[in-house]
Each structure stands twice: as C-alpha cells, then as structure tokens.
C-alpha cells in the first residue's frame, strides 16, 4: 500500500470510557506519535475532504503502529497520486462452492475469477465502486463495494431456475447516546459492524448526541459505545439508544499567580498609592493598618477623602469629684519647692498662734 502523507490531520485516542486521553496532528510526514498507557482505544482520523477513519484498538507492550489510509469524501476523486490497494471478490453458489470463469466487472476493471472462485484486483485506488457480477446459469449480481470498509468481498450467485433476487436495499442506522440524566452525550465515540461482513463504520456523536450509519446493508450489526455493545437486526431504518454515566467534573485547577508586581504611583494626602503593573488594573492603599485595593483610582481616593474627614473620637466627661479629691490632686501637681515654701508658712502660723496662749 502507499500514497502521499496526510499533513495536520486531527488524531484522538478515546479511551472505552469515550473519553479523550491524547489528542494531536500528524507531522510535515503524515505521523502522528503519542506516549498512552497500555489499554483498549478507540482511534479516529479527521482530515478535511476526507472521509473520518476510526478504529477499535487494543495498545500494549512497548511499540504500537497503526496505517491509516484516509480516503476523499463520498463522491470525490481518490487522491493523486492514489493510495492504493489489493482486494478480491469471492463467488460462489448457495451451496457455498466456488464458480468458476464468472466475469467480474469493478469500476473500469474487468476480471475472470479462478479455480476457488477468486477474482483479485491489485493496487487499484480506494474508493467507491459498482461491481457487476456475471456467470453462465446465475443471475447477474449487482452491487457497490467500498473497498476502504473491507478488502474481500464474498458473493452468492442465485441460479437462474430460482427467482431473481431484489435489489440489494441499503439502510439507515440512527444511533442516539444520552447521558443518565437526559442529555445528549456529544463526542462520544461510535461504531457498528456487520456481523456477516460487508460493513464496518464509526465516527463522533453531534451535539445532539445523534450518529447516523448510511448506506448498511440488510444483516445483523453490533454497535458500540465504550464497553456497552447492542445488536440489532436491520431490514429497516432503525434506532439504537445507548445511556452512558456523564464523565466526572475536572478538578477545580489552582489559580495561576498573576503575572506583574505592585509599584508607587502617586501621593494622595499624605498617603502612598501603588499599582498593579504592566496592565494598570488596579490601586492600593494602607491606612489605618489596613490595605485597601480598588479598581479604580477615584475609587481609592474617595475612600481616602472619606477616611481623613471623619472626625477623632470625643473623649469621655470627667467624672465629678469631690473637694477633698480636687484638693489632692491640686496638691500633687505642685512643684516640690513650692509644697515645702507652703509647708514652712503653715508651721510658723501654727507658732505664732500658739505663743499667746502659752504666755499666759
């Protein structure tokens, strides 16, 4: 197989929880490298004008390498140069043995098959194409094989003794995926399989929750989401409604430290403003042993204005006293000098008083 590298092209690794456990591009060489634990995933490719590529795999040991071949749009041309590839168409009779020399018409080839009923095209490009399968005693065999879904495509001739079979009719799946709580689960990574073969699609939930498989033949199909699987018959569009748990909540993260540093500004009546730079965004100020920030400028000065105008607190009356108290308080206040001049002055008054008295 080879064909030109996808450059930029999206990479998911859902885990079978469906949720994303690495995501990515593919480099200027198509390559897209990722370190995972060793688990079960689901792989999708998105690429614009290409159809979406999804994959079921089991990753373990120390190497996991997985070739993806992406393929244009339904109705596009295939790429040029071609990603190309070798298929085979197998027809046999309802009994199961193989028919030999029936002419097998792909797109613009033409092949007979061999002994075991084989017909091989080798290195055509992927794509879409009708087959025409034609063989002596059977009815024709009409269809469309993409060869991007599978390689090998096997086919029952119905003999011409026998009605001719109908058209083969293609189907609708529809699958819907909620949460356990009502609503659409989004993102969510689906894909469905045909049990007899013939098909095999996946892609991504819309916002709505909804997926829609186009194109499915009638048969037997298994649909996963994450670990659930449900089968279901389809020999007409149908609906297939899976209920998963909602994934937990992210951790709240820690605040990242923002990024800058506080610097002087201004004075403003007599207290120091500082702000927030590179960006500005905001102002602080400490009085009264308290730092205020606020976005604004005016803001902060208002406070300030608010603050300087209120008035001291008043301090309490003095309480009444009696004489005695305002006399020793009076006394205590004096001087030491002067206490001692106005003890001296009482004692000699006390004399003179007394003298009298004693002289008669």
Do not use: C
Request: a negative charge; glycine letters at 10%.
């Amino acid at each position: 197989m080879r064909g030109r590298p996808v450059v930029g092209a999206d990479v998911t690794l859902f885990d079978m929880g469906s949720y994303v456990e690495t995501t990515g591009k593919t480099d200027g060489i198509g390559v897209f490298k990722t370190f995972v634990r060793s688990s079960r995933y689901v792989i999708t490719v998105k690429e614009s004008g290409y159809r979406d590529w999804v994959l079921e795999v089991g990753i373990g040991g120390v190497l996991f390498e997985q070739v993806v071949v992406l393929i244009t749009d339904a109705g596009g041309t295939p790429p040029d140069p071609p990603v190309v590839v070798d298929v085979a168409i197998h027809v046999n009779d309802s009994q199961g043995s193989p028919i030999v020399g029936a002419n097998v018409s792909l797109g613009g080839w033409s092949r007979t098959t061999n002994w075991a009923g084989i017909a091989y095209f080798a290195e055509i490009g992927i794509s879409v194409y009708d087959y025409v399968v034609v063989a002596d005693g059977f009815h024709n065999a009409v269809g469309i094989f993409d060869v991007n879904k599978i390689k090998d495509l096997y086919l029952t001739l119905v003999p011409v003794e026998a009605p001719e079979p109908p058209p083969a009719k293609e189907y609708t799946l529809t699958v819907q995926v909620k949460y356990t709580d009502g609503t659409p689960a989004g993102s969510v990574a689906v894909s469905t399989v045909r049990l007899e073969g013939g098909y095999s699609n996946g892609g991504l939930t819309d916002r709505y929750g909804v997926i829609q498989f186009t194109n499915a033949l009638l048969g037997n199909y298994r649909t996963s989401v994450g670990t659930e699987q449900k089968e279901v018959y389809l020999d007409r569009d149908k609906t297939v409604l899976f209920q998963i748990e909602a994934p937990p909540e992210p951790p709240n993260p820690e605040p990242e430290p923002e990024p800058g540093a506080w610097d002087f500004h201004s004075i403003y009546r007599g207290v120091q403003i500082q702000v927030w730079l590179p960006d500005a965004s905001k102002y602080q100020a400490t009085w009264d042993s308290v730092r205020h920030v606020r976005i604004l400028l005016a803001d902060l000065q208002r406070d300030i204005d608010d603050f300087l105008a209120t008035p001291p607190p008043t301090p309490p009356p003095p309480e009444d006293k009696t004489s005695w108290e305002k006399i020793t308080e009076s006394w205590n206040a004096l001087p030491g000098w002067q206490k001692a001049l106005i003890a001296g002055s009482t004692l000699i008054g006390a004399a003179a008083l007394a003298r009298p008295i004693i002289q008669r």
